[in-house]
């Protein structure tokens, strides 16, 4: 089974703080990406990395950045959180297969 | 760039019987693939049906089917003999054919639909 780890289910923070969200994946694909989900907009792509060291920017990078250091743990980091940041967060993998395999996410509230 | 629609956010079906999710995209490529997620209430995503462009014929998985009209950009998901254990958020998404550049099989998700299942 593919099994996609999210460091937190339900984690709460305040405006301002430097909050990081981790992702590890079992499964040696090259792809990872970190999407946000919010009510009525579906999934959205923040970035994704396809390789070590390597990232590109998704849909809505404003606000996030990401670290790729080894294959298998590939993190977000809101560097000053902000309130419009609550939401939730998605991590997923891919190789250069069809479908995308997701983790369980993090509920993330900035207050 | 692609989107992808769902246009309704809420369908509701009584045990045993038939639903049908409605889902359409605009892209100007001619080869992709379509992809239906389900996301339950304990939040892990998984996927539940895929459909290669280039193929004609509808996919199939058990009790769920599509109805692919590449024409009119539509990708409908028809879930029969519907059980309690589906309900759950579903998602319809796109993915371009090209692996490379910016694109990296990125998936473009519509807006989802809550499927409620009666008993």
């Known amino acids: 089974d593919v099994k996609v780890t999210q460091s937190s289910r339900y984690l709460v923070k305040r405006t301002g703080e430097k909050v990081f969200l981790e992702c590890v994946q079992d499964?040696?694909?090259?792809?990872m990406f970190w999407y946000r989900q919010d009510p009525g907009l579906g999934l959205r792509l923040i970035y994704f990395s396809y390789d070590v060291k390597m990232k590109e920017k998704g849909d809505i990078p404003e606000g996030y950045s990401v670290s790729r250091e080894k294959k298998e743990r590939f993190s977000l980091i809101l560097e000053s959180a902000s309130t419009n940041q609550t939401s939730m967060y998605l991590c997923?993998?891919?190789?250069?297969?069809?479908?995308?395999?997701f983790g369980p996410g993090t509920r993330l509230t900035v207050t | 760039a692609q989107t992808v629609t769902q246009s309704q956010p809420e369908m509701s079906v009584q045990e045993a019987e038939t639903v049908t999710l409605s889902c359409t995209y605009d892209t100007s490529e001619s080869d992709y693939y379509l992809f239906w997620y389900k996301q339950p209430p304990s939040r892990q995503m998984i996927l539940v049906i895929r459909?290669?462009?280039?193929?004609?014929q509808n996919a199939t998985e058990n009790r769920f089917s599509v109805n692919f009209q590449k024409a009119a950009k539509s990708f409908s998901l028809k879930i029969s003999d519907s059980q309690l254990g589906d309900a759950a958020m579903y998602f319809c998404?796109?993915?371009?054919?090209?692996?490379?550049?910016?694109?990296?099989?990125?998936?473009?998700f519509g807006q989802g639909t809550i499927l409620t299942v009666h008993p």
């Open positions: 459909q290669e462009a280039y193929k004609q």
């Open positions: 499964m040696d694909h090259e792809n």
């Open positions: 998404a796109y993915r371009s054919v090209r692996a490379g550049g910016t694109s990296y099989g990125k998936l473009t």
């Open positions: 997923a993998i891919g190789r250069y297969s069809y479908e995308q395999y």
